[in-house]
């Protein structure tokens, strides 16, 4: 690629990175502007001076240790049992054969093309016979497995030479013990792309909970910013902005540990043939 080519890709990703930074740029410049600012025509992209202001109105407001609580709740045991779950399910579509076992898989699968809006109602009355509406475990239903999880744990265990399962068998390691010693330590990068999908996914759910909570206590992170505003509907830009920021910090520090994971272990794992 010559120096034309290497500067016009640079300009593209360029453009692309800042069409993606925008919004995040406008929501922390928004949360620390004056009220005068915020509704300014043209929009000011630097703020006449910074305040937090908005910020005390947002804390005041709202309980966000009792949202980051149940938002943190529910994102940490959500990805803990889809790992746990698509790990063995994942290992026993990898290296066992059964009976009709592409069509149980095929199954799990189509479940990623129905929508959570027709299963929803569907579920809500389940768990309302079982009195699980309003808990911590209503929440956690739909989440405590993954159908993408299972999926891309077992392409990464496909990859894993069945040599070192069958060695291990003979040395007389159990199942198990295979799956949690061997095999989960070789899909380290997988296991890490999974869980921060899956985090960041949970973290930012809100149809669901808003459909199963009813009280405050429980209410996340993403239900308290959408309910974020005065009884009779109006809004509060420069709060409401300022409430994003508190909850989007844990979601990038996610993003951002993970993506270091991520790359220690392409670097630093892997099977030598």
Same mark, same amino acid.
């Given at each position: 690629?010559?120096?034309?080519?290497?500067?016009?890709?640079?300009?593209?990703?360029? +453009?692309?990175?800042? *069409?993606?930074?925008?919004?995040?740029?406008?929501?922390?410049?928004?949360?620390?502007?004056?009220?005068?600012?915020?509704? %300014?025509?043209?929009?000011?992209?630097?703020?006449?001076?910074?305040?937090?202001?908005?910020?005390?109105?947002?804390?005041?407001?709202?309980?966000?240790?009792?949202?980051?609580?149940?938002?943190?709740?529910?994102?940490?045991?959500?990805?803990?049992?889809?790992?746990?779950?698509?790990?063995?399910?994942?290992?026993?579509?990898?290296?066992?054969?059964?009976?009709?076992?592409?069509?149980?898989?095929?199954?799990?699968?189509?479940?990623?093309?129905?929508?959570?809006?027709?299963?929803?109602?569907?579920?809500? *009355?389940?768990? %309302?016979?079982?009195?699980?509406? /309003?808990?911590?475990?209503?929440?956690? %239903?739909?989440?405590? +497995?993954?159908?993408?999880?299972?999926?891309?744990?077992?392409?990464?265990?496909?990859?894993?030479?069945? /040599?070192?399962?069958? +060695?291990?068998?003979? /040395?007389?390691?159990?199942?198990?013990?295979?799956?949690?010693?061997? *095999?989960?330590?070789?899909?380290?990068?997988?296991?890490?792309?999974?869980?921060?999908?899956?985090?960041?996914?949970?973290?930012?759910?809100?149809?669901?909970? *808003?459909?199963?909570?009813?009280?405050?206590?429980?209410?996340?992170?993403?239900?308290?910013?959408?309910?974020?505003? /005065?009884?009779?509907?109006?809004?509060?830009?420069?709060?409401?902005?300022?409430?994003?920021?508190?909850?989007?910090?844990?979601?990038?520090?996610?993003? %951002?540990?993970?993506?270091?994971?991520?790359?220690?272990?392409?670097?630093?794992?892997?099977?030598?043939?």
């Amino acid at each position: 690629m010559g120096s034309v080519g290497r500067l016009l890709l640079f300009l593209v990703v360029t +453009a692309v990175a800042v *069409v993606m930074v925008l919004p995040f740029y406008w929501m922390v410049v928004t949360a620390v502007s004056p009220a005068s600012d915020i509704l %300014a025509f043209p929009p000011k992209w630097i703020p006449s001076r910074l305040t937090l202001e908005h910020f005390t109105v947002a804390f005041a407001k709202a309980p966000w240790l009792t949202y980051y609580q149940n938002s943190l709740v529910v994102a940490v045991v959500s990805v803990g049992c889809s790992l746990l779950f698509g790990l063995f399910a994942g290992y026993a579509f990898a290296v066992y054969r059964f009976p009709l076992q592409n069509v149980f898989f095929l199954l799990i699968l189509s479940t990623l093309m129905v929508p959570v809006q027709v299963t929803s109602v569907a579920l809500y *009355v389940l768990l %309302a016979r079982i009195d699980w509406v /309003d808990s911590y475990l209503g929440i956690l %239903a739909p989440n405590f +497995a993954s159908a993408f999880g299972v999926f891309l744990i077992q392409q990464g265990i496909k990859a894993i030479p069945l /040599d070192l399962v069958e +060695a291990a068998r003979m /040395d007389g390691a159990g199942e198990v013990r295979i799956v949690l010693t061997i *095999v989960a330590p070789l899909l380290k990068t997988t296991l890490a792309t999974v869980a921060m999908i899956l985090f960041l996914g949970s973290w930012n759910d809100f149809l669901w909970p *808003v459909i199963v909570i009813n009280s405050q206590e429980l209410r996340t992170l993403p239900v308290g910013i959408a309910l974020f505003k /005065d009884p009779y509907g109006s809004i509060n830009y420069g709060p409401l902005m300022a409430a994003t920021v508190i909850a989007s910090g844990p979601m990038l520090l996610a993003y %951002a540990v993970s993506q270091k994971f991520m790359i220690r272990g392409i670097a630093l794992t892997g099977l030598k043939g």
